[in-house]
């Protein structure tokens, strides 16, 4: 092609030059790629950088959680699902033990309820940093990650504080808390949420107004309300497409009904209304926190449970709002100290199912950022 | 609330997850152990109008309702749960291996209504090697779930797209989670060839 001519389409260019070749292009992506955010592979097809479709390859990370769950006791298991989502532990592990005590029966104490939801809340936040830090990064702004990263350091020092842990916590026992909060900790938690409501408007001035940002994120990864629906989506996802579901309000657990916030919601289902939706929920997350540890009960922190669980024959389903989504989990008893089956129905997993359809008919470049806007951990896609 | 012998220490509480368990603590105090109640509502007695026999049972598990049904008419009844009593998604799908019995797997659906905020969870059996009906024109969600339910348990779906493994490798042989697969069974010949390892183990 020597000449200099413009050409209106791909279709004019074809038939001037039938000898291009213009076969669809497969292009493998990942699994060791930094945007996917861990081991996920997607095998595209392009056309130019226009995306005709795209297959995900996922299960790298299998490990296989839910057999092992079958040969350890409902006791033993319960750090395996920290390693479910790892950014944010603590919210799997209340998702497990709220569910072995429904089965129990156990009715938790009202100050390890309170306990529970300040660290959860505080995992939440932590998520949404790693969120907001790593998606920005993909779509090309660097800054963000490092005031992220550097105020979810001190959220982490709580953890580390309460039980040793910063990542993979195992802060919850089944029937409440191993550990009361320690000397201090109102206040710690208190000064974090003073210093980071005005860093998430920090974050904001980074990024919120930024040409570059609004062109990368707005119209780009649209889903429809109903298309969450069909696809099982929730969590932040959900509530950026327009629909006011939460967990935490829906079906309230560990007194999550003691609390007032907001459940913050988008219009267009876009890449951009899922950001405000997530930033929003930090504040509201802090709104939660300062609620409970100024109201946080005295009393004990533990309720009476065997030594040996050994739930009732039966079956359970309960899940709770995790940073990513509905974490539900369906327990099997069969009356022994360990669990029949156990599944865990993970939001990464079936939020990243509607990958393709966000992706299809865009530009190769906005697949980075709708899979940072679904925000999954490999850990608890694979499972 | 089963009673143990730890109390609410104030102090640390011993760790609960002992390596030997100790069999005289399971010997405590027996509470109320729960059991299925009976489930009535106006939808269970349309659906059993409906359906007749073949809704096995209608029950109540600790606030919980479940259906269990005759494998003939899950897929319709599923249809007719989201279409005529709002329950409109499929939060889950699943399933529980028990070899012993006459009809092994479980199929488990927990269907959730947005408009109502409640769940139900319809349950059938299936024999060895049937293939269960999918749900995939009804939820497109259902794709991934069923692909995973191949994947562990070898259940085939009728009427799936693009039924293949999606969390093991496409070559592997056996499904993990049915209940004659060992906890460190692995497909060594897979392991073999593929990580030019002797075992995984």
Redesign the interface.
């Known amino acids: 092609m020597s000449d200099n001519q413009f050409y209106e389409s791909f279709e004019e260019l074809q038939q001037s030059h039938p000898d291009l070749d213009s076969k669809e292009l497969v292009l493998n992506m990942g699994p060791q790629h930094p945007s996917t955010h861990g081991v996920l592979r997607i095998i595209l097809k392009l056309d130019g950088e226009k995306v005709n479709g795209l297959e995900c390859v996922?299960?790298y990370l299998?490990r296989?959680i839910?057999?092992?769950a079958?040969?350890r006791?409902w006791?033993?298991f319960?750090p395996f699902v920290d390693r479910l989502d790892y950014t944010a532990a603590v919210a799997n592990n209340l998702g497990y033990c709220l569910t072995v005590e429904?089965?129990?029966?156990?009715?938790v104490?009202k100050r390890a309820q309170y306990i529970r939801v300040i660290l959860t809340e505080l995992a939440r936040l932590a998520s949404h940093q790693v969120w907001l830090g790593t998606h920005v990064l993909d779509i090309g702004a660097v800054t963000p990650l490092f005031y992220a990263f550097r105020d979810r350091e001190t959220i982490l020092n709580v953890f580390e504080k309460y039980c040793g842990a910063r990542l993979t916590t195992h802060s919850f026992?089944?029937?409440g808390c191993?550990?009361d909060a320690y000397e201090g900790f109102s206040s710690e938690v208190l000064r974090i949420c003073d210093d980071l409501l005005p860093k998430i408007d920090e974050y904001k001035n980074l990024i919120t107004g930024n040409r570059i940002w609004l062109q990368r994120t707005k119209n780009v990864g649209c889903i429809s309300a109903e298309?969450c629906?069909?696809?099982?989506?929730t969590g932040p996802v959900l509530r950026g497409s327009g629909?006011a579901?939460d967990l935490r309000k829906?079906?309230p657990y560990s007194s999550y009904e003691d609390f007032e916030f907001d459940v913050p919601i988008g219009s267009a289902g876009d890449t951009f209304d899922r950001y405000v939706v997530r930033v929003e929920e930090m504040r509201q997350s802090i709104r939660i926190i300062r609620q409970a540890v100024e109201g946080l009960p005295e009393g004990?922190?533990?309720?009476?449970?065997?030594?040996?669980?050994?739930p009732?024959?039966?079956?359970?389903?309960l899940?709770t709002e995790a940073p990513k989504g509905?974490l539900?989990y369906?327990m099997?008893s069969d009356g022994t100290?360990q669990p029949?089956?156990l599944?865990v129905?993970p939001p990464s997993?079936?939020n990243l199912?509607a990958l393709e359809?966000m992706s299809k008919g865009g530009l190769v470049a906005d697949v980075v950022a709708i899979i940072g806007t679904l925000d999954i951990v490999l850990g608890e896609v694979?499972? | 609330?089963?009673?143990?012998?730890?109390?609410?220490?104030?102090e640390?509480?011993p760790e609960?997850?002992?390596t030997t368990?100790?069999?005289a603590?399971?010997a405590?105090a027996p509470?109320p152990?729960?059991v299925?109640l009976p489930w009535d509502c106006e939808m269970v007695q349309q659906l059993k109008a409906a359906y007749g026999d073949a809704i096995l049972q209608a029950a109540t598990?600790?606030g919980?309702n479940?259906l269990v049904v005759d494998r003939s008419i899950c897929r319709q009844l599923l249809a007719t749960l989201c279409q005529e009593h709002s329950y409109?998604?499929?939060?889950?799908l699943?399933a529980?291996?028990y070899p012993k019995d006459e009809l092994p797997i479980e199929m488990?659906w927990?269907l959730y209504s947005?408009s109502n905020?409640v769940?139900v969870?319809v349950k059938a059996r299936f024999a060895d090697g049937e293939e269960v009906p999918t749900l995939t024109d009804h939820?497109?969600?259902a794709?991934?779930?069923e692909r995973e339910v191949y994947d562990?348990f070898g259940v085939r779906f009728a009427g799936h797209p693009d039924l293949r493994?999606?969390?093991?490798?496409d070559e592997w042989t056996g499904f993990?989670?049915r209940k004659d697969?060992a906890?460190d069974k692995q497909d060594t010949d897979w392991v073999r060839k593929n990580l030019g390892i002797e075992s995984g183990q």
């Open positions: 996922i299960g299998h296989g839910e057999k092992i079958e040969s006791t006791t033993q319960a429904k089965l129990l029966g156990v009715e104490p026992r089944i029937g191993r550990w298309d629906l069909s696809f099982g989506i629909v579901w829906a079906q004990p922190i533990i309720a009476r449970v065997p030594k040996v669980i050994k009732p024959v039966g079956e359970v389903y899940s509905e539900g369906f099997v100290p029949y089956r599944r129905r997993f079936i199912q359809k694979d499972r | 609330m089963p009673e143990g012998p730890e109390g609410n220490l104030p640390p509480a609960k997850a002992p368990p100790a069999p603590a399971s405590a509470a152990k729960p299925p598990f600790i919980q479940f409109d998604r499929l939060t889950d699943t529980v291996h488990v927990i947005m905020n769940r969870r939820w497109v969600g794709n991934w779930m562990m493994r999606i969390l093991l490798p993990p989670l697969y906890l």
